[in-house]
């Protein structure tokens, strides 16, 4: 079957189950948006590629599938350098698909030419340049994978326009094919077995044991493998900014958001703690503070998909590269064989002190009826309560952020979209029932 490149670029989408995408069409670009009106896919319009790229992150957050993005050549490339660099900053796999001008200009200085994949190399997992219409599919298919696998991530594939005009012999590749096509692309899912039977003995052993818990735990739709390891081992968890909602703020083993903006039970319980179980989660400075002060005397297992984390910041005593959930999956099954519950050490010391430091410092602010001003927080909790339990909540960044993490109660895993990392988006909280 005959196709333009367009039309194969199209037609490579649907075939990896994209259903909406989000654009702005442009001059370099125009050739593929001509097939997406037979396409059952559904184009989301902007007024900006910048907010194609956050659009796309919004909902590779809440889906957990690749978020899809199309925007023209030059200054459309360089507006979404920035949703880019948020998603390799947040691991959020997005693939987004930017026009170029054709092979036969590139270099001349033409209009609205700019070596995108040079510029966007440092915030990419991997990026391609198309020179022939026929490897469309193939290049597809690799980005796609890229994004979601391993460290979840952006991709990047900049289409000349003579490529998306040109013909092409239709294929889509089979999973022998892109094996042969990535040699080099291996990520490591399952854990080291010794080091998880020493992260279970490690366990065992500790009295003030606290989870660490990132937003691995969501990239890898490890919420329900985390909730039964803190049930079988009775450990409190802690849930960074990016993973709210991991574990649920019901639970009564919830401590709630470390870090410069958490409350005094997370953070102190991190200091004073002889045991930390980092999950999916990388010792960001605004959890660390003063990194050679940040609980001094802790162990540490640390388990992330990414071997670049493991003592990136802090040197671990039991480092774990796979992903969280197949990792947490076989640590149950550690803990179980040396005993399961009845074999944890009595840590009801460690969850009295808990309980005592949560009663002595709430989080708490005073709302007066007098003056007729509404403290945030108040407004917070408000639309917290007065909507349901699996409502969506969007934040950009800021104060707004931050109190939106401490009052808002996450019940469910994917029901918070943290504004991107380095943008400072408008002083707003949204909150969209689905």
């Not at 998603?87 to 609205?112: C, E, K, N, R």
């Not at 915030?123 to 391993?150: C, E, M, S």
């Not at 009801?348 to 927080?377: C, F, I, N």
């Amino acid at each position: 079957m005959k196709l333009t490149g367009a039309q194969a670029l199209i037609k490579s989408l649907e075939m990896e189950g994209v259903e909406v995408m989000f654009g702005l069409p442009g001059g370099a670009i125009l050739p593929v948006y001509d097939p997406i009106i037979d396409s059952p896919i559904r184009h989301i319009l902007v007024r900006h590629e910048q907010g194609a790229g956050h659009m796309a992150e919004g909902y590779a957050h809440v889906t957990g599938r690749p978020g899809v993005a199309m925007v023209t050549s030059g200054p459309a490339a360089t507006n979404i350098v920035t949703p880019l660099c948020d998603a390799y900053m947040d691991s959020i796999p997005l693939v987004v698909v930017t026009g170029q001008v054709p092979l036969t200009s590139i270099g001349s200085d033409a209009f609205q030419e700019c070596d995108t994949t040079g510029i966007t190399m440092s915030v990419t997992k991997h990026n391609w340049l198309v020179t022939d219409a026929q490897d469309i599919p193939r290049i597809v298919r690799q980005a796609f994978h890229i994004a979601g696998t391993g460290r979840p991530g952006p991709v990047l594939v900049d289409v000349p326009k003579d490529i998306s005009n040109s013909t092409m012999d239709w294929h889509w590749p089979t999973d022998a094919d892109l094996a042969a096509d990535l040699p080099g692309y291996r990520p490591t899912l399952k854990g080291h077995p010794r080091m998880i039977k020493e992260a279970a003995r490690l366990i065992a052993e500790s009295r003030r044991p606290v989870i660490y818990a990132g937003g691995g735990i969501l990239k890898a739709r490890a919420a329900e493998t985390l909730l039964e390891l803190v049930e079988l081992t009775g450990i409190p968890v802690v849930t960074t900014l990016m993973a709210r909602g991991a574990f649920p703020d019901t639970h009564e083993l919830c401590l709630g958001m470390p870090g410069m903006h958490g409350n005094y039970t997370a953070v102190t319980s991190m200091q004073k703690a002889d045991l930390l179980i980092a999950l999916g989660s990388r010792f960001d400075d605004r959890v660390t503070g003063k990194v050679g002060t940040f609980a001094p005397d802790a162990k540490i297992i640390h388990v992330d998909v990414d071997p670049a984390e493991l003592g990136k910041v802090r040197r671990p005593d039991v480092p774990i590269v796979g992903d969280c959930r197949l990792v947490i999956e076989e640590l149950v099954k550690a803990v179980q064989a040396g005993g399961g519950a009845p074999a944890q050490p009595d840590r009801s010391p460690w969850m009295t002190q808990l309980r005592a430091w949560q009663a002595q410092h709430p989080l708490t602010y005073e709302q007066s009826y007098d003056d007729g001003v509404l403290k945030p927080q108040f407004v917070i909790e408000q639309l917290r309560d007065s909507t349901p339990e699996d409502t969506i909540v969007v934040s950009g960044v800021g104060q707004h952020q931050m109190w939106t993490s401490q009052y808002w109660r996450f019940a469910h895993p994917y029901t918070w979209v943290a504004g991107p990392t380095g943008w400072c988006g408008p002083s707003t909280a949204t909150a969209a029932s689905r």
